[in-house]
């Protein structure tokens, strides 16, 4: 069965630092993967997304992540911590059918000034 | 860009009342839309897909006939909960997609308190 793991359920950085939210993923083939950002009170909203095209994916607001097959992993990162990050972030991925999505339970981030 | 609203953004109710949540697609037509549950501090989990026309298709566990579904039209999408409970109370947030597959836009969903 497919599944998702983000590795942290929280992470705490400084303004200006480096961000790194981990997410492996378990399946048979090769899935479609998302990073989803949702704010207190509002929607998800879509951050980037990997289908099979280029590895390394370039998101909105500064975000990035590469998908490793070699190491199902699919990590978020970001050079510089904003204030405006602090959210929760979750790691998705698309069923074998492309029907549905499957969401990690969820990273939240601090970012302290 | 696309979006999807919800309707209403937060609803209280009585124990063993029907609760109404709408999901429109504002501009665009959604052959596909999503409910998701959502408990507090954690992740999203699906509950049913529903496509146009058609029964919507729920997730294992998901009781059908407490969280009824309908998709009358390509805009909108109803999840109506039955007899609601205080354990009923949670995040719902729909997602509507113009294609059968798809990620989707999500709306910014509806949080549900049973009393």
């Known amino acids: 069965a497919q599944s998702v793991t983000q590795l942290d359920s929280h992470v705490s950085v400084s303004e200006g630092t480096p961000v790194l939210l981990r997410c492996n993923y378990s399946?048979?083939?090769?899935?479609?993967l998302f990073w989803y950002v949702q704010h207190p009170n509002k929607g998800l909203q879509l951050l980037l997304k990997y289908t099979s095209a280029a590895t390394l994916v370039k998101g909105i607001n500064g975000f990035e992540a590469e998908f490793k097959k070699s190491e199902t992993s699919f990590h978020l990162t970001k050079p510089s911590a904003h204030m405006s990050d602090a959210a929760e972030y979750f790691c998705?991925?698309?069923?074998?059918?492309?029907?549905?999505?499957?969401f990690g339970k969820g990273t939240t981030l601090s970012v302290s000034s | 860009g696309a979006v999807v609203s919800q309707h209403p953004s937060w609803v209280i109710c009585k124990s063993g009342t029907s609760v109404k949540i709408e999901c429109r697609s504002l501009d665009f037509q959604a052959t596909t839309m999503f409910w998701y549950r959502q408990f507090p501090k954690q992740s999203l989990m699906l509950m049913a897909t529903s496509n146009e026309g058609s029964k919507a298709t729920y997730e294992q566990g998901v009781e059908k006939d407490k969280f009824l579904i309908n998709h009358a039209s390509l805009t909108l999408s109803t999840l109506t909960v039955t007899s609601a409970h205080p354990e009923d109370s949670s995040f719902y947030i729909c997602?509507?997609?113009?294609?059968?597959?798809?990620?989707?836009?999500f709306g910014p969903g509806t949080r549900l308190t049973v009393l």
């Open positions: 399946s048979s083939y090769s899935p479609s």
């Open positions: 998705v991925a698309r069923n074998q059918a492309g029907t549905a999505l499957i």
């Open positions: 997602s509507a997609s113009p294609g059968l597959a798809g990620e989707g836009v």
